[in-house]
């Protein structure tokens, strides 16, 4: 795995993310926190989970261990989570451009919520973090169909690929 391996992942992660967000904020304000039956029930609690794992994910990185997540009650609207995920966004951009090419295969130590320690090679970890986005992004889109609503553009990487 390259650093331009995992930027080019990172641009993919935040497109699809980006056309998410577009979508979502065509609906409306109680339609965003409706409770659809889903993992994390409406579309604001599961970004809001997304874009806190993410920020989880890169406090361990650089050696910090949060004991929760964000709280859901503080994205009223998409414009909220988009506001915060672009803060995100720069801080794992600026993580992953600062990294040499040994950093990349690093093994972080880093802790879970309750303490237990785990520990995981960099890439793996960034992986996760963009795969898991993806699972959620799945999910949000089929809620924005439950409600009738336009879902987003093709979120796939072959269809970043193509637009790029």
Do not use: K
């Amino acid at each position: 795995m390259t650093r331009d391996s995992l930027i080019t992942l990172l641009d993919f992660h935040y497109w699809a993310r980006d056309g998410t967000l577009d979508a979502v904020e065509r609906i409306a304000p109680e339609d965003f926190r409706r409770d659809l039956g889903s993992s994390f029930g409406s579309i604001r609690d599961t970004l809001a989970h997304v874009v806190s794992a993410e920020w989880v994910w890169c406090s361990r990185w650089r050696g910090s261990f949060p004991t929760e997540h964000l709280p859901a009650a503080d994205f009223e609207n998409a414009g909220d989570v988009r506001a915060r995920w672009l803060q995100e966004e720069a801080r794992v951009r600026r993580f992953v451009e600062e990294l040499g090419p040994e950093d990349i295969n690093r093994v972080i130590e880093y802790r879970f919520f309750d303490g237990e320690p785990m520990r995981a090679v960099f890439w793996h970890m960034l992986q996760h973090v963009v795969n898991h986005a993806t699972y959620h992004r799945g999910q949000v889109t089929t809620m924005l169909r439950q409600l009738g609503a336009e879902p987003p553009r093709n979120q796939g990487l072959i269809g970043f690929y193509l637009e790029r």
